[in-house]
């Protein structure tokens, strides 16, 4: 059995990506989503150990100490990492895993070059029509939702280190896309069983 792939996707707050990655999931088999600890407060209808693992500080802190993260950043004023633990499992069982981390976390694991990941940064169309999703899902105070558009210009300046860009105009065209690149990076030679062609013959 081959081991599974790591896809890494970044997007600025609002994009749309949560409603990508969901709709993505549910209709490919064999993808699941590695769930990242935080030190954010859960949003109304999140829950512990589905969207996030919800942690205080000290509990993250003592987890860096131990180096239990993959790769761990501090985003719009909160913790966020991936532990080691939660990914590598499901690699092990084959399981393509989606990463769903901020443009940091995803530049330090392409320093580190392993484990291997195919990274692909999701953008809106402009920062206008990102303002009004943001202030559209009504998720967020003042205070947070211009802290997050700051970010966002940053974050999508950092979007030519990745593999791949979709921009999220319609989300229908989107999920097609993000669907597509997965299932190519799937279907690559090199993740043959062992590398051998399908047949166990090299046809000449
Ligand atoms: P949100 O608070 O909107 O759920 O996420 C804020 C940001 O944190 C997003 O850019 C998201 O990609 C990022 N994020 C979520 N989990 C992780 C993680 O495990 N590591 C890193 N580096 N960023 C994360």
């Not at 600890?37 to 993250?60: C, I, L, Q, S």
């Not at 993959?70 to 990914?87: C, F, K, M, P, R």
């Not at 943001?134 to 967020?140: D, V």
């Amino acid at each position: 059995m081959t081991t599974g792939r790591l896809f890494v996707i970044s997007a600025p707050s609002g994009t749309g990506k949560t409603t990508m990655l969901k709709r993505v999931m549910a209709d490919t088999s064999g993808l699941v989503f590695s769930i990242s600890h935080t030190t954010r407060a859960p949003r109304p209808g999140e829950r512990h150990g589905v969207d996030y693992y919800f942690v205080p500080r000290d509990e993250f802190s003592a987890m860096i100490q131990r180096e239990a993260f993959l790769e761990y950043a501090e985003v719009h004023g909160n913790l966020y990492g991936t532990s080691t633990d939660a990914i590598g499992v499901q690699l092990d069982n084959g399981l393509d895993v989606l990463l769903d981390i901020d443009v940091q976390g995803a530049a330090l694991l392409r320093r580190k070059g392993r484990p291997a990941a195919t990274h692909i940064f999701i953008a809106p169309p402009n920062l206008d029509e990102l303002e009004k999703r943001l202030r559209g899902r009504g998720t967020e105070n003042e205070e947070t939702i211009r802290l997050r558009l700051k970010n966002a210009a940053t974050e999508i300046r950092a979007a030519a280190a990745y593999e791949y860009l979709i921009i999220n105009d319609s989300i229908d065209e989107a999920i097609n896309l993000l669907t597509a690149i997965i299932l190519a990076e799937r279907a690559r030679g090199h993740r043959l069983p062992s590398g051998k062609p399908i047949s166990g013959r090299v046809i000449t």
